[in-house]
T-cell receptor
Framework: GQNIDQPTEMTATEGAIVQINCTYQ??????LFWYQQHAGEAPTFLSY??LDGLEEKGRFSSFLSRSKGYSYLLLKELQMKDSASYLC??????????WGAGTKLIIKP | NAGVTQTPKFRVLKTGQSMTLLCAQD?????MYWYRQDPGMGLRLIHY???????AKGEVPDGYNVSRLNKREFSLRLESAAPSQTSVYFC????????????FGEGSRLTVL
């Protein structure tokens, strides 16, 4: 079956770095997405990886290893506004997105 | 810049009642989707449309009907609501499958008593 696993909740300190891991199993693979969702709001797109390696976008970076079925989202210089849920989603061979349940990130001062 | 607009934002229904959620996007996107989001679970695809006049079933289509009214609008109808359909519903659109990036509406919180 198809499956996405990510931690349910993580806590980090303002100004620090946090890494949110995601493992996936899909029928075929057409890319890995990360979305941010603040409480009570809609998900918003953060990153897309289809090739192995690290993609950097400001304070956020996303890494993919296709051979390991593994990705992580790295957030640097954490700010209070980064408190949100982070959703990992893999696109299968039919171009359908398979979503993880999300990782709730709590930032403490 | 309206993006994706959903109505209504909140609704309370009694079991057996019907209702329609409306979604409109102003980005000229071909693809539109309806998802539901429940605590502890990932977003689950209900139905989707790859263009005007087309619809297809997603992962959890039972109990829902959809209609792609035109390129801008995609509606979701619950003919006979059940408590299991209590959820937050998100409409999303995208220009195509290859990009993958979805643009979401603000969500509609539906409670079925």
């Amino acid at each position: 079956g198809q499956n996405i696993d990510q931690p349910t909740e993580m806590t980090a300190t303002e100004g620090a770095i946090v890494q949110i891991n995601c493992t996936y199993q899909t029928s075929g693979f057409n890319g890995l997405f990360w979305y941010q969702q603040h409480a009570g709001e809609a998900p918003t797109f953060l990153s897309y990886n289809v090739l192995d390696g690290l993609e950097e976008k400001g304070r956020f970076s996303s890494f993919l290893s296709r051979s390991k079925g593994y990705s992580y989202l790295l957030l640097k210089e954490l700010q209070m506004k980064d408190s949100a849920s982070y959703l990992c989603a893999a696109m299968d061979s039919n171009y359908q997105l398979i979503w993880g349940a999300g990782t709730k990130l709590i930032i403490k001062p | 810049n309206a993006g994706v607009t959903q109505t209504p934002k909140f609704r309370v229904l009694k079991t057996g009642q019907s209702m329609t959620l409306l979604c409109a996007q102003d980005m000229n996107h071909e693809y539109m989707y309806w998802y539901r989001q429940d605590p502890g679970m990932g977003l689950r695809l209900i139905h989707y449309s790859v263009g005007e006049g087309t619809t297809a079933k997603g992962e959890v289509p039972d109990g829902y009907n959809v209609s792609r009214l035109n390129k801008r609008e995609f509606s979701l109808r619950l003919e006979s609501a059940a408590p299991s359909q209590t959820s937050v519903y998100f409409c999303a659109s995208s220009p195509g499958t290859s990009t993958g990036e979805l643009f979401f509406g603000e969500g509609s919180r539906l409670t079925v008593l």
